[in-house]
Each structure stands twice: as C-alpha cells, then as structure tokens.
C-alpha cells in the first residue's frame, strides 16, 4: 500500500469516526446529510453575512431570505443634519484699516453691539459674536460704510467638500458616524467618528473608472438605479454558465452597493470608491451556498478581464469555507501577481478560525467587523491570519429592485463580515486609482498599518491591526 493510498484511508477512517461522533451527539438528520456532501471532491463555499444564528440553515424560501436582513420604508429624508445657512447667523469677521489702535478698535466693536470678539492673530481679523436680535446683514451694512473697516464680510460655513449629497447618506455611520442616536435598526448610540473617515479619504481620491472591482458573489442587480452606472457589463455567471451575472439573493448587491454605488447623484446611498466600476462574478447560486472551482474559475477570468483601458484592480471576496485549498491558493497567487488586490471576509461564526480565501496572508486581507461603537462584532472570526476590522454592523446598502416589496426602497440594512470586506475592498481601489504604479503588496500594508487602534493595545486577533482608516491611508506622507 503506498504511502498516499494509507493517508487517504486515514482521512477516510477519520471521516468515519467524525460521522459516529456526530450521529452519538444526536445531530438530526439534516446534519448528516451536511457532512455527507462535505466528502465531495469539490469543497463547499458560503456567502458570509449573518443569517440570524441559522448557520446551519441555507436561506431557502424567500421569507427566510427577508428575516436574514431589516429594510427600510420609504419615508421622507430630511434629516440632512445643519441649517442648510450659507454663513452664521451669530457672527461676522471684520479687518480694520492698518494703524487703528487696538483701544479704538476695541470701543468701535461695542458700538456695533458685539457681544464678544476675538482677534485671529497674524492677519488681524476680528471674530465678532453679535447681539441676539441683531442681524448679521444689517451688522455688516453699517460696519462697511465705517471709515476705519478695510472689510467686513459674513463667516461663511464650511462645509467637507467630498460629502456627498446622496438621501440615505446619513444612514451611513460607516462612511462618517457623527455619533449619538443613530438611524440604523434598533436606534443605538453610536460613538463619534467611528468610522473609516470616508469623508476625509474623498478628498485626496474618489475613484478610476478603470480601475474595476470584481465582486465574486452572488451577482449584482446590474439594473439597480445606483449600480447601472457602475457596473462595466453584466459579467459572469459561474453558477449557471451565463453571461448574466445576475444577483437573485441580495448578498452581492449589498456588498457592491458598499464598494461603488453611483455617489453625489442627489439620490439613494455613496460607494467609498465613488468612480470605480464593477465586475460581476457570480459564483454562489439562490441557495447561498457555492464551490470552491467556481470561485478558482471565477478568480483566474477576473485577473484576466479587461475593456477597454478598464481592468480588475481589486477583488471582494465576501465569501468563504473552513478548508484550505491548494488550488485555491495557486488562483490567488495568481490574481496577486497579476497586480490584484485580494480581500476577503473573516467569516461570522463567532469563533476561533479565519475562513479561507481570507486566511491566506501571503495573498489576501483578512477583514472583521465592527459596530458603530468600534466594538468588534460578536460573530466576527478571529484568528492570527486578522488583518484589520471594518464597520459590518447594521450597513446600509442596495438591493435588488426584484425583490423589493412594493412601497419599500431597494436599500437594506445586513449585518456580517460581509458587509466589512467591501469597504477595504472600497479603498484599495482608492488607492489603486491614485497610485497605479504599487503592487499589491504595498496596498496591503498602507491598509494594514493606517488604521485606529481598536479592541485590546496593538495588533490583535479579532480585529488585526484594528478599524479601517481611509483618510490615513490616502493622506500625502508628511515628515515632522
Ligand atoms: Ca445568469
Ligand atoms: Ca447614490
Ligand atoms: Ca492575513
Ligand atoms: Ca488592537
């Protein structure tokens, strides 16, 4: 007997023995029909979002599929947060001609009714804190008619150049968490700013639409208002050998909505890589379960893809299975030397064990969850294969417009490590788009080693080297 034909009745006894244990432990018969089909050749895959604790339950019937998730109803939006003032209502900014004494100018601001002032140094403007009842025009009318005033002027707001105007933007503590009561499911109260600093990250980068994202999952609703725009064709189906890519769950809508929804279009959600466009793989079938030769298949044609000057710069892998995989490994080898940046979720079981791709270091970004609080998520896997930790707690994002009830919008909230992954995978096309010339590698560190520090001091194994920061990662290196 050779020495492969021993270790294969090995594993075959090993089997055996599991199977025994398993029927002695009083698994019904569902479960034995589970491990039964894990001894096919061709190992199983599974889209990793939070099906309600039902792990073991595929998401069969379509009111199951409606429990795994919480939507929103249409309601009017006008929660758009500031008084929508062009310049403060309770101050005005006054220069006075060089040579005014500081006592005359002193006195001269309390005849106009200044409350308090303060002198911005260097430039000698006054901020002057005006009267109740006092309006700012009439404040600067009688001041610029004054001899001595060289210019008085409003205190315009400022406002982030790269927020964007989309109606459900703040429904996205993910992108920027201005913290208190939060309008996610539940209500919670969420911890300022912890978030991945989207809006600090847009001003340095918002995207190449030739950079793609290949998004290997359950397809993406390529006629979602948000996505239409985004996607670069219909891509592939690897589930039913088509080239209609076409998301009948919700799971890979979701997380391309995250990636790339259509941003500052006035409507519906913002994508962290606002200008990238989609690629469509689809490699897990209605019952949210796939194979491993579907996603090597699917990893080999995303590396290769190109239109045009367009091509796959990142890969979201929201998906994975508990066994390792050689074949699986050679197709992320080769995709990583193709110059593509590979992240994946860590897997929602709430324990020990990164799931695979995401476990493989040399090639891919292992992501965990986090919660509006920078707590890490309690069905987040952990595991010394952690890279870092994104927001995957009540997310906010498209969903297909077939399954949308009506009178409902087609957004949903999901929670999972699933809904981590995309925003890393969002800033690596970031980065991708303003620094073509790095090599996957160096994503992966200016990623890894950019975020806030969260959950025990220092790198650790539930969140890596903690939660995403796309400002950091984006922002001009400056020596001090
Ligand atoms: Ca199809
Ligand atoms: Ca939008
Ligand atoms: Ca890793
Ligand atoms: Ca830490």
Redesign the pocket.
């Known amino acids: 007997m050779s020495k492969l034909q021993k270790n294969k009745n090995k594993n075959w006894l090993v089997a055996v023995l599991a199977l025994l244990i398993f029927l002695a432990l009083g698994f019904g018969p569902a479960r034995v029909e589970l491990s039964a089909q894990k001894k096919k050749t061709d190992k199983r895959i599974s889209a990793l979002y939070n099906k309600n604790q039902k792990k073991a339950t595929p998401l069969s019937s379509q009111a199951e599929r409606k429990e795994a998730i919480r939507r929103i109803k249409a309601m009017s939006l006008s929660q758009t947060g500031g008084t929508g003032d062009k310049y403060s209502r309770e101050k005005v900014l006054v220069k006075f001609k060089p040579g005014l004494t500081t006592q005359s100018a002193d006195s001269l601001l309390k005849a106009y009714q200044a409350e308090s002032y303060h002198l911005i140094p260097k430039i000698n403007v006054y901020v002057v804190r005006i009267e109740d009842g006092v309006s700012v025009e009439d404040t600067l009318s009688a001041l610029k008619v004054n001899p001595d005033v060289l210019y008085a002027g409003p205190d315009y707001k400022l406002r982030l150049c790269a927020t964007p105007n989309d109606q459900l933007f703040s429904y996205q503590y993910a992108l920027s968490n201005p913290g208190g009561v939060l309008l996610i499911p539940g209500s919670p109260t969420g911890k300022p700013q912890a978030d991945i600093k989207a809006t600090g990250a847009w001003d340095y980068a918002k995207g190449d639409p030739n950079v793609l994202i290949a998004v290997l999952d359950t397809g993406i609703d390529y006629t979602h208002p948000e996505l239409v725009n985004q996607v670069i064709d219909h891509g592939k189906?690897f589930v039913?050998d088509?080239n209609?890519?076409?998301d009948d769950v919700w799971h890979g809508t979701h997380v391309a909505g995250i990636i790339a929804a259509q941003t500052n279009n006035s409507a519906g959600i913002a994508g962290v890589a606002w200008n990238c466009r989609l690629l469509a793989g689809?490699i897990i079938g209605a019952e949210g379960e796939g194979d491993y030769s579907d996603l090597i298949e699917a990893l080999i044609w995303a590396a290769d893809y190109t239109n045009g000057a367009a091509k796959v710069g990142v890969i979201n892998m929201s998906i994975g299975g508990t066994e390792p995989d050689e074949f699986l490994e050679e197709a992320l080898q080769y995709a990583y030397n193709k110059g593509i940046v590979l992240v994946a979720a860590a897997g929602n079981d709430g324990s020990q064990g990164v799931y695979y791709p995401a476990a493989y270091d040399n090639y891919c970004l292992a992501v965990g969850a986090t919660d509006y609080n920078d707590q890490i998520a309690d069905f987040s896997n952990y595991g010394p294969e952690m890279d870092v930790a994104a927001p995957g707690v009540g997310i906010i994002s498209t969903y297909p417009v077939a399954l949308t009830d009506p009178g409902y919008l087609p957004y949903a909230f999901a929670d999972g490590t699933s809904m981590a992954a995309p925003h890393v995978a969002g800033l690596a096309a970031l980065i991708k788009s303003v620094k073509p010339w790095l090599y996957p590698g160096d994503i992966m560190k200016i990623i890894k080693y950019s975020p806030d520090d969260v959950d025990s001091t220092g790198w650790d194994d539930y969140s890596g080297y903690g939660r995403l920061n796309a400002k950091r990662a984006l922002a001009p290196y400056v020596l001090k």
């Open positions: 189906d039913n088509d209609e890519a076409y689809k």
